[in-house]
């Protein structure tokens, strides 16, 4: 087995940018860093005979990466049509107002607050722009307002930060509840259980090629910290800053910040079921 395939997900190798299944398009924003892995994936989709798109999460305000992202759809002989919001953080978010500028396109999310046009986005919608089946999943617990976009006819799933390309992601408390995020992992095994689902294109990192196997190690490492935050209470340790130093002592200390999140988020879920 190589390294690799050992890891979960089985994260494809090779540059992230660049087309990732037959209708999803990636194009990789430049801000790196400790938290956004390799940069924001901005995917572009679209049928293969249609000269309509989508795109999904713009990225941040970066006028030279919208050009780019314009740019890559006009070489693949592409219109862009439409904008879609996985959820609102800016690295995500930020550019949607000067995308859709540029482009003339609405945008759709589930935040009123982040929408330009009439519509929203909603579960059960399914986005048909250009023939396109695209389906709309609710998955709040990153954040209140996280979706995935279920591509049918690629077995695939966009994930937004809800699952990423590489590590796992943070609860994003208090906007983002434990409980939610543990509802919606379980909402996307069902999609590779029952819908053969197989590929994640994922808000950030590589793209994955065994969706169950990594939405498992999810649900897995999410029960494996809830178990150890409930030890480091009951053995005294009061506030978030002590848990995560406890906890999360093996973890780069840069990371700490967002890591009180999530334990701020597991504190709470505790409590509410009457674990601590």
Not at 23 to 34: D, E, G, K, T, Y
Not at 142 to 167: E, I, K, N, Y
Request: aromatic share 4%; glycine share 10%.
């Amino acid at each position: 087995m190589t390294e690799a395939a050992a890891l979960p997900g089985q994260p494809r190798g090779g540059v992230l940018t660049g087309p990732a299944t037959a209708r999803a398009i990636n194009v990789l924003a430049p801000n790196p860093s400790a938290m956004t892995l390799d940069g924001t994936n901005t995917w572009i989709v679209a049928e293969p005979d249609s000269d309509l798109a989508v795109v999904v999460d713009p990225g941040p305000l970066d006028d030279g990466h919208l050009r780019a992202v314009m740019d890559v759809a006009e070489k693949a002989g592409k219109r862009i049509a439409l904008t879609l919001l996985t959820h609102g953080h800016p690295d995500h978010a930020e550019g949607a107002g000067r995308f859709a500028e540029l482009t003339g396109t609405k945008v759709r999310a589930l935040d009123p607050a982040l929408r330009l046009g009439d519509e929203g986005l909603a579960a059960g919608d399914v986005i048909t722009t250009g023939g396109l089946e695209m389906r709309v999943v609710p998955t709040p617990g990153h954040t209140a307002d996280s979706l995935c976009f279920h591509l049918p006819a690629d077995q695939a799933v966009l994930t937004g930060d809800t699952v990423l390309g590489r590590g796992t992601t943070v609860v994003a408390h208090p906007d983002g509840r434990l409980g939610d995020y543990l509802d919606s992992l379980r909402r996307l095994r069902s999609l590779t259980v029952d819908d053969g689902v197989h590929t994640v294109l994922p808000g950030h990192g590589p793209v994955l090629e065994d969706a169950q196997g990594v939405v498992e190690f999810y649900l897995a490492h999410r029960a494996g910290r809830l178990a150890q935050v409930e030890t480091a209470v009951e053995d005294g340790l009061v506030s978030a800053p002590d848990v995560v130093a406890h906890v999360y002592a093996d973890v780069d200390r840069s990371l700490w910040p967002a890591a009180e999140l999530s334990v701020r988020a597991q504190l709470e879920y505790l409590r509410e079921h009457g674990l601590i």
